[in-house]
């Protein structure tokens, strides 16, 4: 059961990563823009801010309208340099109008410069418009390929995204500090694998390294289910004191101890996870109360367990398997009225958890209620779970209430079974005492 909960865990937080994945494309866009302006740089770079919004008041009022490709590019220019990004699209779409040069390659760079602005603007079907103008004149433009991919996503079509990705690959495929930023666009459309490839280019170059690569890899192999290679990752990012604002490395670390059955190290990063202000606390109180379980902290396993059941209820989740290890802690601290309460929701939510009524009738028999006891246990064996267990224990109920005959024939049919040697031991001491 401890495996099959970390398997819901990881789906579960697969929803929540994904909310909290950073887009990178904006951050891309703007330095498109930075380019487009870059290129107009010879003619503005020597103004002053103050120089630059005085000349252009004198242009706008001297030459008004522009009318050729040359009027259109300086208008252009001085917006962009004035970051007025807005006036600067129907300029540049002027640019792209009167354009004469006779060259489509020069012609594509005009319409990425469009895109560019348009994106700035938030028109993205409008700069996905104009980066399939400049892909159809020169095919080998990989920042149009690229900035299309970002458009497409932002768009909703991840197909048309991870196509536009792998033709850009095929222009751009060395380029670590590219392949960097591609991660992040990769994991967005799910293909995770993809996403590892690139981040791991991002960490063996110097130019693009980042500690913070270490703990995007990490993710993607979480969700792949490739823990012990994300648990290096996020051990290193640790150990660079990488940081957590919002708990989500704490949170995969203590998933990737759990899969190394390290309880009590997954138990410290699941709370540090909390501390840290993980989007989801319900997720990780539901683990960490296993964790504190099966270590053995009943109290700790009672606290997080009764804090992930108020969560569950608040988020109108079925908190009936925390009900059931609420309860077995219960019952194995001693203390048998909660661990009834507990286990007793934990039948009327999920009845169909295995064992529940082997518990139900431990829980009985610790508390002298005999008949009940075997009523439990009778059941346990009959749904085919710890049945030699369970009808070891009935009879021992048996024996208290003196009925020797049922006993006997419990005791026998442990025996028969031979599949567990302890209990075959002990019930043959019992009849030897008949």
């Known amino acids: 059961m401890a495996a099959f909960l970390v398997v819901v865990f990881i789906l579960g937080m697969v929803l929540t990563m994904r909310a909290q994945i950073r887009f990178s494309g904006l951050n891309y866009v703007g330095q498109v823009a930075e380019y487009a302006a870059h290129l107009t740089e ?7 801010r103050g120089t630059l919004d005085r000349a252009w008041t004198i242009l706008r009022s001297t030459v008004r309208r522009p009318r050729s490709y040359e009027d259109y590019d300086m208008y252009a220019s001085l917006a962009i340099a004035r970051e007025d990004y807005e006036t600067a699209v129907p300029y540049m779409r002027g640019c792209v109008d009167t354009y004469d040069g006779g060259d489509n390659k020069e012609l594509a760079m005009l319409n990425l410069r469009l895109a560019s602005l348009y994106v700035l603007q938030e028109d993205y079907t409008a700069g996905v418009e104009a980066l399939d103008r400049a892909i159809e004149l020169d095919g080998t ?7 299309r991919a970002e458009l497409q996503l932002t768009l909703g079509d991840a197909a048309a995204a991870v196509e536009d990705l792998g033709v850009y690959r095929t222009l751009e495929s060395s380029d670590a500090v590219i392949l960097a930023s591609l991660g992040s666009l990769y994991e967005t459309t799910g293909d995770l694998e993809a996403a590892v490839e690139c981040y791991s280019a991002g960490l063996a170059d110097q130019r693009s390294y980042s500690v913070d690569l270490l703990c995007d890899r990490a993710r ?7 823990l012990d290679e994300a648990r290096q990752d996020l051990d290193s990012y640790f150990a660079r004191d990488g940081e957590d604002p919002d708990g989500e490395a704490a949170a995969m670390l203590a998933v990737c101890r759990m899969n190394d059955e390290d309880y009590a190290g997954a138990y410290e990063m699941f709370h540090r996870a909390l501390r840290d202000g993980y989007a989801t606390p319900y997720l990780l109180y539901s683990q960490s109360v296993l964790c504190a379980y099966l270590c053995g902290d009943y109290a700790a396993a009672i606290h997080d367990g009764e804090k992930a059941i108020a969560l569950a209820e608040e988020n109108g989740e079925n908190s009936g398997e925390l009900h059931f290890w609420v309860g077995l802690a219960g019952l194995v601290s001693g203390d048998y009225a909660a661990a009834d309460v507990h286990l007793q929701q934990a039948s009327d939510l999920r009845a169909d958890l295995a064992d529940l009524s082997y518990y139900r009738g431990v829980s009985a028999l610790a508390q002298g209620e005999i008949e009940a006891a075997i009523a439990y246990f009778t059941d346990s064996a009959e749904r085919g779970e710890s049945i030699t267990q369970s009808l070891y224990d009935r009879a021992v109920c048996y024996l208290a209430l003196e009925n020797i005959e049922e006993a006997a024939a419990d005791l026998r049919t442990v025996i028969e079974r031979g599949d567990e040697q302890e209990l075959s031991a002990k019930a043959e001491e019992l009849l030897a005492g008949f």
């Open 141 to 147: 433009l990989a920042a149009a390929w690229f900035l």
């Open 42 to 48: 010879d003619n503005t770079a020597y103004l002053s």
């Open 220 to 226: 993607c192999l979480v969700l792949l289910g490739r």
